[in-house]
């Protein structure tokens, strides 16, 4: 089993940051991603890491803006949010996956219960 906790969400201006947090208890060879819903809206990978942290997958919106990264000595993932847009408002949820990268909610068997990031225009 797995546990997984976000945090580090909460409102900020549009073209500003925030840095999301997932820590995670139990095994660590997981992948692990970052989903977002907004609502009315389907939820959608945002980005995804391999477990050694050597390969990341993103959303096409959020390249250039948005990193992932692990420390696995901490059993944590970080997501560090830039230049924020109001179309990036969405509950962040944190997911975990014995599998390779994917962007298939369905792939990550383990999910947080959510951080809501809200960007102000």
């Known amino acids: 089993q797995v546990q997984l906790v976000e945090s580090g969400g909460g409102l900020v201006q549009a073209g500003g940051s925030l840095r999301l947090s997932c820590a995670a208890s139990g095994r660590r060879t997981y992948t692990m991603a970052w989903f977002r819903q907004a609502p009315g809206k389907e939820r959608d990978l945002v980005a995804a890491i391999s477990w050694a ?30 230049s ?38």
Do not use: H
């Open 84 to 121: 924020l847009k109001s179309e990036d408002t969405a509950v962040y949820c944190c997911a975990a996956g014995s599998m390779g990268l994917s962007s298939e909610a369905s792939e990550y068997s383990y999910w947080g219960q959510g951080t809501q990031v809200t960007v102000s225009s």
């Open 53 to 82: 942290g050597g390969t990341t997958l993103y959303k096409d919106s959020v390249k250039g803006r948005f990193t992932i990264s692990r420390d696995n000595a901490k059993n944590t993932v970080f997501l560090s949010m830039n």
